[in-house]
């Protein structure tokens, strides 16, 4: 990967409109929260970090991060939905629980809920096996699975790449004899024999990826990841074009300086060395999209999600 090639929109490298700091007086007047719904360890999570802590630093108050794990990401993304809109409580939230889970009418909120701050990262989602599975290729997979027993491990069934995931396996046709939600499809489910495939995220599996003790057979993402170059993408493959990302969220209604206050903090984070070696070591493409950019974002992967929540309903 050239090194910080497509980690930065040239907005986050050259920084947006300076704004007044007296609109940003009052703001945070008390501790903020950002919730991630997902456990610690994963990319969403630690970004979320440094930015909370890039926080603690420009204003001068407590700025942490509460995972809250659970319903695939509801248990958190629920805390937000019912939060004061004042900036105080900031949602970490991957993009199935802005468009998939609303179309399936699966949570508690639905389009209106939740304001964009800005999008900041797309996933190098994968799904991995086994270093020395007998399969390669998703085609060699689907030959194996005919024959053979294949579990597969995910995040949950109301999850866009669990989703995802059966798409590709009725379109290329594989069978999985069983499959299973986990909290974190890390090392540990391939090597205790928990699962034969995980969809999963890079940063989850680098270690094992680095060892030789897991290997990846396709990625979620709009180009070939650098880990595995010679992996295709699910578009190439199965015709998905729809990838995985996270952004900052806030109730509707949450005042617009505000928003750009947190929009402004997180982007001077997100331009830190350490975020640019994270991206380069996983493959994860960090950047920053803004609100408006955000919301048509969301809309046109609403149209594309339609198809997916069948996969959601079974």
């Not at 630690?46 to 319903?71: C, F, H, W, Y």
């Not at 594989?174 to 034969?196: E, H, K, M």
């Not at 969809?199 to 180009?223: E, M």
């Amino acid at each position: 990967m050239k090194k910080i090639t497509k980690l930065l929109t040239s907005s986050l490298l050259v920084g947006a409109t300076l704004l007044s700091p007296i609109a940003f007086a009052d703001y945070p007047k008390r501790p903020v929260k950002f919730v991630v719904p997902w456990p610690p360890g994963d990319l969403e999570d630690i970004l979320t970090r440094i930015i909370a802590d890039e926080m603690s630093k420009e204003t001068g108050k407590p700025a942490t991060v509460v995972n809250k794990p659970g319903g695939s990401g509801v248990v958190g993304a629920a805390e937000v939905a019912t939060a004061r809109p004042d900036g105080l409580t900031i949602g970490s939230f991957v993009n199935d629980l802005l468009t998939i889970k609303v179309l399936t009418k699966s949570v508690p909120w639905n389009e209106e809920t939740f304001e964009p701050v800005g999008i900041f990262l797309d996933y190098p989602f994968v799904l991995a096996t086994r270093g020395d599975a007998p399969y390669n290729t998703m085609d060699e997979l689907s030959e194996y699975s005919q024959s053979n027993d294949v579990s597969l491990g995910h995040f949950g069934y109301q999850a866009g790449p669990t989703a995802m995931t059966f798409q590709a396996a009725d379109r290329l046709n594989i069978r999985f004899a069983s499959n299973a939600p986990f909290d974190a499809t890390d090392c540990s489910v391939l090597a205790n024999g928990d699962a034969d495939i995980i969809n999963t995220t890079t940063q989850l599996i680098l270690a094992c990826l680095k060892s030789g003790d897991a290997k990846i057979l396709t990625s979620f993402t709009s180009t070939r990841i650098p880990l595995a170059p010679d992996a295709p993408t699910l578009d190439e493959i199965a015709g998905i074009p729809l990838t995985t990302w996270n952004g900052l969220f806030v109730p509707k209604g949450t005042p617009e300086d505000v928003k750009q206050r947190i929009a402004e903090i997180a982007k001077k984070a997100l331009r830190l060395p350490k975020v640019q070696e994270i991206a380069e070591e996983t493959g994860a493409v960090v950047y920053w999209l803004d609100a408006e950019g955000s919301k048509k974002r969301i809309e046109e992967e609403t149209f594309l999600s339609q198809q997916l929540t069948k996969y959601l309903q079974q």
